[in-house]
C-alpha cells in the first residue's frame, strides 16, 4: 500500500462515520480550493499492541518519524505527533488513554473489551482503521461517557482516525480562520462554538476551529444508536521567530494536552 493509498483508505473510513468532512472538501473544492491536511488523528487505548506504537506502525513504515511527546495534566492522555520529510503529507497526531488513571469501574470496563480482541488482531497491518473488534451494550458506552469522552468514543468506534485537519495554509481564498468558519456557517455547517470558535493564538503559533461533531449510527449489542461521531478540523499555523512554521501541538487546540513532556 503506498502513501497515497493508505490517505484515502483512512480518508474513506473516517468519513464513513463523519460525513460532513467529505462535504466540506467537496464545497472547498467546488470553491476552487486544493486542500491539503494539516494532520490526521488516531486514538486509542494504553494498552499492550493497541497504544500509540501499534497505530504508528503503518506510518512509520511509509516514513513519517515521531516527534514531539505530549502529556496532559489531569487528562489521562498521553499523545505524540509524527512527521514526514515530505511537507505535503499530514501530520499524525496519535493519542492514547491511560488506563491506570481511569476509575476502577471504568478500567474494568475498557479491559473487558480489550479482552475480546481476536487472536492476531494486535499484529494486522490495518490496525490503524480495523474498526472495533469487541461488542459492548449501549449502558456499558453510557457508563464510559459518564466518565470519559474518550474511553466512550474508542470503546464506540474501535479503531480508526479520529478528524483529519485541513491546512488553512493550502486555502487560497480564505486569509485566516474566522474567514473560513463564516463560509461554512453560511453554507450551512455548525462550529464548536465551546470556548469560542477559534481555539489557540498567534502566540502560540496554532489556532484551530473544527465543526460541531456529526453522529453516527452504531450498532451496540441491544440496540443501535445515533451517537456523536467526529468533526472536521482547520488549523492554522504561524511562524517560529526563527522563521520557520510552528509544527507541534499546544492548548488549547484539538488536541488539549498541557505539558510537552519530551522533543527531539
Ligand atoms: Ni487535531
Known sequence: ??????????????????????????LLTQHGELLCDDHIALRS?????VGMAALARPFEARGWHARERYRRAGGHLRACYWQHDDPALPKVFISELVLEELSPSAQAQVRRLLG?????????????WAGRPWS????????????SDYAAWVAAFGFRVDHFTVDLG???????????DAFLVEHGFALDERGGAIKGSPAQRLEQSWTRADTA??????????????????????RLPSGELFQGFRPPSAEPLAERVDAR
Open 1 to 26: 500500500m503506498t502513501v497515497a493509498e493508505l490517505l484515502d483508505v483512512l480518508w474513506r473510513d473516517y468519513t464513513a462515520a463523519t460525513p460532513q468532512a467529505a462535504r466540506i472538501r467537496q
Open 45 to 49: 487505548y494504553g494498552a499492550p499492541g
Open 116 to 128: 475480546q480482541l481476536p487472536p492476531g488482531f494486535t499484529e494486522r497491518d490495518d490496525l490503524a
Open 136 to 147: 459492548l451494550r449501549h449502558a456499558e458506552y453510557l457508563a464510559l461517557l459518564a466518565e
Open 170 to 180: 493550502s486555502l487560497s481564498t480564505f486569509p485566516d480562520l474566522a474567514a473560513l
Open 217 to 238: 449510527l452504531v450498532a451496540f449489542d441491544d440496540a443501535t444508536v445515533r451517537i456523536p461521531s467526529c468533526y472536521y478540523e482547520f488549523a492554522r499555523r504561524y
